[in-house]
């Protein structure tokens, strides 16, 4: 048997490096899709935002670059998957890569708006099941943990093996609600697939709520509102969302709301992707303003005065924190 010392400098040296790793300050990484975002969550954290670089090159090819040492380092890269998304999306997996083939510790994977989260079912023959092919991906790059936002469909946790924390922007926008004091508010589904988490900002709010009837006959961005279910009548009426793209249920909604003797009508999104004439649409119609949040950036069009950003960077900053604490992310959502 091996009769083993260790002296009492050793043992300060191993306690000392153990202090300075427990101690080892976060790496916040920008993707392109990113970066304002990325900026706020480094100001909320008190921290200086990593060094890196995003390079197209003429033929389409993206190339990434870190421009600091990251080895045995705990890393959290940025990056909302649009605009264009399928440039991000392959961005986001070669950052994953290059953060691995660095030597970093962990890669934990910030993707405030997973937009092939939409793509959640094999839903008729011969299609793919594009979220699980893009969870297979980040997977197969590197990633750690995921962490995203208000997901479509919430089942895609499920695709991973990895741990994924969805949080939710209900109490950022809930919170911006109630600081209009709106009167007699009723909260709005725009469908009855949205049902249960328009009750979750109802319940917040104190307030009743309605729901709007759709159909969808295509694979396309047209849905057909046929009814409002509740009593609407003299009310401030909140249609809330996970995402809009053309803004045509949002409008469609709203006119329905009006015609059903609605007050005013407001709307609290998510996630803003706003694509081709959405301004327009929400611009001439009933919505007084459009609340979104800055999960989605490098927007292609130009926003009016009717729609209001508000930053969701304090909540990403506190769930990296708490990841980077070992603490728990549930608790920020306690009541919700």
């Known amino acids: 048997m091996w009769n083993i010392r260790i002296s009492t400098d050793v043992l300060l040296q191993v306690q000392t490096r153990e202090l300075v790793m427990n101690d080892d300050p976060m790496l916040i990484f920008a993707g392109s899709g990113s970066p304002q975002l990325t900026a706020r969550i480094c100001e909320y954290l008190h921290l200086p935002q990593g060094k890196n670089e995003t390079l197209h090159f003429s033929d389409g090819n993206t190339f990434v670059r870190i421009q600091e040492n990251v080895r045995g380092r705990r890393v959290y890269v940025v990056q909302s998957t649009i605009f264009p998304t399928n440039d991000t999306f392959m961005e986001l997996l070669f950052w994953i890569d290059a953060f691995k083939r660095a ?3 962990s890669v934990t994977v910030i993707i405030p708006y997973f937009s092939y989260g939409k793509g ?4 008729e023959p011969r299609v793919s099941i594009r979220g699980r092919v893009c969870a297979d991906a980040i997977e197969v790059a590197g990633a750690d943990r995921v962490v995203t ?3 479509h469909a919430p089942q895609i946790q499920g695709f991973f093996h990895r741990p994924v924390d969805n949080l939710y922007a209900l109490p950022v926008l809930c919170n911006r609600i109630k600081a209009m004091n709106l009167t007699n508010p009723i909260i709005v589904s725009p469908d009855v697939g949205f049902a249960k988490q328009a009750r979750r900002y109802a319940l917040h709010l104190g307030t009743p709520i309605a729901i709007a009837y759709k159909e969808r006959l295509a694979h396309d961005e047209k849905a057909i509102v046929m009814e409002i279910i509740g009593d609407v009548r003299d009310k401030t009426a909140i249609v809330v969302d996970d995402f809009t793209t053309s803004g045509g249920t949002l409008v469609s909604v709203s006119k329905l709301l009006i015609e059903q003797g609605a ?5 609290a999104v998510t996630h803003g992707v706003l694509t081709g004439h959405a301004i327009e649409q929400i611009e001439h119609s009933p919505i007084k303003r459009l609340f979104i949040t800055d999960t989605v950036e ?3 069009v130009e926003f009016t005065a009717k729609i209001e950003v508000v930053s969701v960077a304090p909540l990403f900053g506190e769930a990296i924190k708490r990841i980077h604490n070992r603490e728990s992310i549930s608790e920020m959502f306690k009541g919700v």
Do not use: I, Q, S, W
């Open 263 to 267: 007050r005013e009508v407001y709307a």
């Open 149 to 151: 936002m208000d997901l």
């Open 298 to 300: 490098n927007h292609p």
């Open 120 to 123: 959640d079912k094999k839903d």
């Open 103 to 105: 030597g970093a510790e």
